[in-house]
């Protein structure tokens, strides 16, 4: 029907079904076909679509859907309960939401595909590939015209942009994934920022931590259980498992029990720093939108039109690229050190220019 717009959700459709089979009735293909046109009253809902149905519920939900061609209909082979039929249509957005932010950075790489997997998994419609979810637009709240063929939907309110992701080798994940699973020690060879030669590592994996898009593996040498470190999964080349003679946890093996829980990502120092940074102009506005550091205060000076933050950190890397993100608008005043550093990667711009 030319100009047919649905107001029902794939899910909608599942549930429908499985209502319809969940008792051990047979039914023809027809009779749930016209079952579903007048619950969802929906006259112009095709067979293509109700067939594409029985399918995703087949292959990614594991319904154990079935013909019968003795008896010329559909059944379960066995008692099934739909992953999603206990979801709200706000739980339904909320994973929504959680699935945009996965795929914020990467939707191709293998743990954030595994992640997106299992989210369309739990809630069949999150698959927005096959079909557009539709919610109605109730009067009042928008009027796009009749030129517009689409209805909108809550989904379409909300967009979440594309950052960058990181190069990972799958192979490489694998098997990260595989020594944290039965606590086997990681042989690679990394090329750290602090080194400048690629080193030989053997490492016993604690966690993986999760920053910005970003992978890290947070373990220690087995001669240093005590003294875990950072590793970026994207910086790790030649990994391989060595099976042979598992280790135990540390009591200390999570990483924000034994480095800061700050607000500048994964990133790890032994000394704390006490920072005092001013802010002008617009960046005066920027500072007050977020909660830099549990400890942070912040001064105000409007004669000079200044923002003095001060706060104690040992992320001062990840505190020096933020700084620098603000250009001219704002200057480190304390520590000393990290002050003379802020100039020198300036002056170092300013050679590049």
């Given at each position: ?8 959700t794939q899910l909608e459709r599942f549930r429908l079904i499985d209502s319809l089979l969940s008792s051990g009735e047979i039914a023809p293909f027809d009779k ?20 594409r149905d029985f399918r995703y519920m087949k292959n990614e939900l594991a319904a154990p859907l079935e013909y019968d061609a003795k008896k010329y209909g559909w ?137 910005e898009g970003a992978i890290y593996l947070y373990g220690a040498r087995r001669t240093e259980p005590d003294n875990p470190r950072l590793f970026n999964l994207t ?119």
């Amino acid at each position: 029907m030319p100009g047919h717009k649905t107001s029902h959700t794939q899910l909608e459709r599942f549930r429908l079904i499985d209502s319809l089979l969940s008792s051990g009735e047979i039914a023809p293909f027809d009779k749930i076909l016209e079952s579903l046109r007048v619950e969802l009253r929906d006259p112009a809902l095709s067979e293509s679509t109700l067939r594409r149905d029985f399918r995703y519920m087949k292959n990614e939900l594991a319904a154990p859907l079935e013909y019968d061609a003795k008896k010329y209909g559909w059944h379960y082979t066995k008692t099934y309960k739909l992953p999603s039929s206990g979801f709200t249509d706000d739980e339904i957005l909320a994973l929504h939401l959680v699935q945009k932010l996965i795929g914020q950075h990467s939707s191709e790489d293998f743990i954030f595909k595994s992640i997106q997997t299992l989210l369309e998994k739990i809630s069949p419609s999150l698959n927005l590939d096959e079909e557009k979810k539709a919610e109605p637009v109730r009067e009042g709240e928008l009027d796009f015209g009749e030129a517009d063929s689409k209805v909108l939907t809550i989904y379409d309110r909300i967009f979440v942009p594309a950052r960058p992701k990181p190069v990972l080798e799958k192979e490489a994940c694998e098997k990260v994934l595989l020594a944290l699973k039965n606590n086997f020690t990681l042989d690679f060879y990394y090329n750290s920022k602090w080194e400048p030669d690629e080193r030989h590592r053997q490492i016993l994996p604690y966690q993986l931590v999760l920053d910005e898009g970003a992978i890290y593996l947070y373990g220690a040498r087995r001669t240093e259980p005590d003294n875990p470190r950072l590793f970026n999964l994207t910086k790790m080349r030649n990994v391989e498992v060595i099976r042979g003679k598992p280790f135990d946890l540390p009591a200390n093996f999570r990483f924000y029990e034994e480095a800061e829980q700050g607000r500048f990502g994964a990133f790890q120092y032994d000394d704390y720093f006490d920072f005092k940074i001013e802010f002008y102009g617009e960046a005066r506005k920027v500072v007050h939108e977020f909660v830099w550091s549990d400890n942070q205060q912040l001064e105000e000076n409007n004669e000079k039109n200044m923002t003095t933050l001060t706060f104690t950190s040992s992320q001062w890397l990840p505190v020096q690229r933020w700084l620098l993100s603000f250009g001219a608008d704002a200057k480190p005043i304390a520590p000393d050190w990290f002050v003379a550093e802020w100039k020198e990667e300036i002056r170092k711009m300013a050679e590049n220019l």
